[in-house]
């Protein structure tokens, strides 16, 4: 198994400009999180899923979009970036159920300039 | 809101010695579990510890413990017979029960443990 894998490990944006954090996992999961990691703090919640076609809002939603088309599948949608989305992004995996961990993928670090 | 707090951002420690990482939350709920995740410099973040809120005992991985009081919102995480591996940065998270909708991680700012030789 990959676990969860994550693409691209690194980018730099330009201010206004879009793009697509792909994220996949062969665990068979249910649920999904995209986090964002600033630096010297912890990780916040950005979007997650409990199942394809199921999305909802976590913590710092705002300026971004996903999707949930399929089970392995949990992309992040980047809309006119702005630097304070600087940040290393982290998607990550569980199954169903208070005591399971999730599995983070190894981060996308992007920078906005 | 629950919110977990690291009040200590760096912590230093022998080869060989223990050290003892603070942990504290504020929860209303009376179910939920606590995290120990340990983030080398590859970022991957790794699960380190994992303890039931409804379990007294506190839970042992190998080198790792920690001493949960729950009347007192406190989880920390002691490493005993540190070695140079153990440098990372550790965050200590909360995860609330599972009410039909994912149950969420949330992350202390965490806590960057250095090991000297």
């Known amino acids: 198994n990959a676990g969860v894998t994550q693409t691209p490990k690194f980018r730099i944006l330009k201010i206004g400009q879009s793009m697509t954090l792909q994220c996949a996992q062969d665990m068979n999961h249910n649920y999904m999180y995209w986090y964002r990691q600033d630096p010297g703090m912890g990780l916040k919640l950005i979007y997650y899923?409990?199942?394809?076609?199921?999305?909802d809002k976590g913590e710092v939603p705002n300026g971004y979009n996903v999707s949930r088309s399929t089970t392995e599948d949990f992309p992040l949608r980047l809309e006119l970036a702005a630097p304070s989305q600087t940040s290393v992004y982290f998607c990550?995996?569980?199954?169903?159920?208070?005591?399971?961990?999730?599995?983070f993928g190894p981060g996308t670090r992007l920078t906005v300039l | 809101a629950q919110t977990v707090t690291q009040s200590q951002p760096e912590m230093s420690v022998q080869e060989a010695e223990t050290v003892t990482l603070s942990c504290t939350y504020d929860t209303s709920e009376s179910d939920y579990y606590l995290f120990w995740y340990k983030q080398p410099p590859s970022r991957q973040m790794i699960l380190v510890i994992r303890q039931e809120a409804y379990k007294q005992q506190n839970a042992t991985e190998n080198r790792f413990s920690v001493n949960f009081q729950k009347a007192a919102k406190s989880f920390s995480l002691k490493i005993s017979d540190s070695q140079l591996g153990d440098a990372a940065m550790y965050f200590c998270a909360y995860r609330s029960p599972d009410t039909g909708t994912a149950s969420k991680l949330t992350f202390g700012t965490g806590t960057r443990l250095q090991v000297t030789l």
């Open positions: 899923s409990v199942g394809a076609g199921i999305t």
């Open positions: 990550a995996s569980s199954r169903q159920g208070l005591r399971n961990e999730q599995f």
